[in-house]
């Protein structure tokens, strides 16, 4: 899994990468065949924003999340997108 992180208006310091890497790799768990990942991090005055499109074999999932902590909004997008990635591999699973 190949993982894109690009900061808006953010210095991305080596423990906001590692979070990512960490956080990221509980998707991993659930769903093997993740090829690409590109997450934007955002800071718009007080409002910290975190997106990511995931890019899986047979589809694409997207999501965002906003928070006034950047590691909050990260945690925030990991279960959205947990639980995305779930059911898209339970219809893979019933084709």
Do not use: C, P, W
């Not at 800071?43 to 928070?67: C, I, N, P, R």
Request: aromatic share 6%; charged share 30%.
């Amino acid at each position: 899994m190949q993982i894109n992180l690009t900061g808006h208006h953010i210095e991305l310091t080596d423990s906001l990468r590692e979070y990512v890497d960490s956080k990221f790799a509980k998707l991993e768990r659930h769903f093997e065949q993740i090829n690409n990942v590109h997450v934007i991090l955002n800071v718009d005055k007080q409002v910290q924003k975190a997106e990511a499109k995931v890019s899986l074999s047979g589809g694409e999932v997207f999501a965002t999340s906003e928070h006034s902590d950047m590691y909050a909004a990260i945690d925030s997008l990991i279960s959205k997108l947990d639980r995305q990635v779930i059911k898209h591999k339970e219809k893979l699973t019933k084709h």
